[in-house]
T-cell receptor
């Protein structure tokens, strides 16, 4: 148990489906992140939230829609995805957003778009 | 030039060997540096922060060379359980605020 919990662990969805990924952290951290990890590529930062406010949207297509209702929960809403969106989606948190803080990752959601 | 670069490896070493990885970064204003470890099909986990003066944690030593813009990770007396991918993370200067950027990772395989 890392203190950051992601559900579901695995998800297979069609291109016309709508689904949501959930992340919950029990560490009292103020910053939360969504990362995408594709095969043989570095982790790509998607979104950053600090105290429930989005502070970074790293040129992510609108078919990915984040939501942060409070500092402990983060969602990633998915709709009309493409097969190339298949990847491991990792949520992370840190005490604050900025330099000097390590990140605690959840176990990830392995997404397959068919 | 990529913002954060690592030799992907794999580094294939026998148990007990000493192995070192480097990670170069392009932006001289980068602030924070970390090494993470990622096992196959698992999430990355923080291994250690990298401090300007260098730091050690058991068999692991991390160093920062600001002049040449690289960080290094040295593993002494390698164990089979050290087999993993090692990711370097650099906090790049603000586009609003510091952004953690991951390298591609270096794969280490320790064999008997």
């Amino acid at each position: 148990e890392t203190g950051v919990t992601q559900t579901p662990r695995h998800l297979v969805m069609g291109m016309t489906n709508k689904k949501s990924l959930k992340c919950e952290q029990h560490l009292g951290h103020n910053a939360m992140y969504w990362y995408k990890q594709s095969a043989k590529k570095p982790l790509e930062l998607m979104f950053v939230y600090s105290l429930e406010e989005r502070v970074e949207n790293n040129s992510v297509p609108s078919r990915f829609s984040p939501e942060c209702p409070n500092s402990s929960h983060l969602f990633l809403h998915l709709h009309t995805l493409q097969p190339e969106d298949s990847a491991l989606y990792l949520c992370a948190s840190s005490p604050e957003q900025g330099a000097g803080y390590g990140y605690t990752f959840g176990s990830g959601t392995r997404l397959t778009v068919v | 030039r990529k913002e954060v670069e690592q030799d992907p490896g794999p580094f294939n070493v026998p148990e007990g060997a000493t192995v070192a990885f480097n990670c170069t970064y392009s932006n001289s204003a980068s602030q924070s540096f970390f090494w993470y470890r990622q096992d196959c099909r698992k999430e990355p986990k923080l291994l250690m922060s990298v401090y300007s003066s260098g730091n050690e944690d058991g068999r692991f030593t991390a160093q920062l060379n600001r002049a040449s813009q690289y960080i290094s990770l040295l593993i002494r007396d390698s164990k089979l359980s050290d087999s993993a991918t090692y990711l370097c993370v650099v906090s790049l200067p603000p586009r609003g605020s510091y952004i953690p950027t991951f390298g591609r990772g270096t794969s280490l395989i320790v064999h008997p």
